[in-house]
């Protein structure tokens, strides 16, 4: 069965740095758009940005731009959400997401990652 | 920031039938897609390029189009259909945006 499979529950201080991934197979990852969505606590899904694993092209959601990094290692079908310095509005839960590959919705999801910034 | 605007809530007794709106300006030059997503689970595709249906859907699962505006329906509501739905809609450069989302509580 094809599926996107997310690292592990993190917990973080403020100011500390964080990469997690979302690990997909073969041709079905490596050829599609990979998305990152955010879930804060009580709130709505934000898209965050999207990444091509093929070529590592990554476009961002302007209110994501500079704070976070989307990369991709297309050798080990792994795409990353990567911070340098966590804040405490940072705490929320991660998703990641397979665009479909000729219109834009999102049909294969990542069991999602928490991520919690507290001191 | 564009933006797409969904009811908070809706409710709806079992049996009966839900439909659920999404506002946006960029619409009637964009598909939509709809997500399901109940609480300790990933998003669930539910409705695609405004009207298709992934595979496994059920079919009381339907969309429609008008305008600037998009609406999700679900016929026969089932006590399983209560969750928070999305609508989402994106341009040809590769932006996405998500709607508020709805919560559907079934009674």
């Known amino acids: 069965e094809v599926q996107l499979v997310q690292s592990g529950a993190e917990v973080k201080k403020p100011g500390e740095s964080l990469k997690i991934s979302c690990k997909g197979a073969?041709?079905?990852?490596?050829?599609?758009?990979i998305g990152w969505v955010r879930q804060m606590p009580g709130k709505g899904l934000e898209w965050m940005g999207v990444?091509?694993?093929?070529?590592?092209?990554?476009r961002y959601n302007p209110s994501f731009q500079g704070q976070v990094t989307i990369s991709a290692d297309k050798s080990i079908t792994t795409a990353y959400l990567q911070w340098r310095s966590l804040k405490a509005s940072d705490t929320a839960m991660y998703y990641c997401?397979?665009?479909?590959?000729?219109?834009?919705?999102?049909?294969?999801w990542g069991q999602g990652t928490m991520v919690t910034v507290s001191s | 920031s564009y933006e797409l605007t969904q009811p908070p809530s809706v409710s709806v007794s079992p049996g009966q039938t839900a439909s659920i709106s999404c506002s946006g300006d960029?619409?009637?030059?964009?598909?939509a897609y709809w997500y399901q997503h109940k609480p300790g689970q990933a998003p669930v595709l539910v409705i695609y390029?405004?009207?298709e249906r992934p595979s496994g859907i059920p079919e009381r699962f339907s969309g429609s189009h008008s305008g600037t505006t998009v609406t999700l329906t679900i016929s026969g509501v089932q006590a399983e259909d209560e969750a928070d739905y999305y609508c989402?809609?994106?341009?040809?450069?590769?932006?996405?945006?998500f709607g508020t989302g709805t919560k559907v509580t079934v009674l």
């Open positions: 997401a397979r665009r479909l590959y000729v219109s834009h919705g999102f049909d294969m």
């Open positions: 073969g041709n079905s990852f490596t050829n599609y758009w």
């Open positions: 390029k405004d009207s």
């Open positions: 960029a619409l009637p030059k964009q598909y």
């Open positions: 989402q809609s994106a341009d040809s450069s590769e932006t996405y945006v």
């Open positions: 990444i091509y694993p093929g070529d590592s092209d990554a």
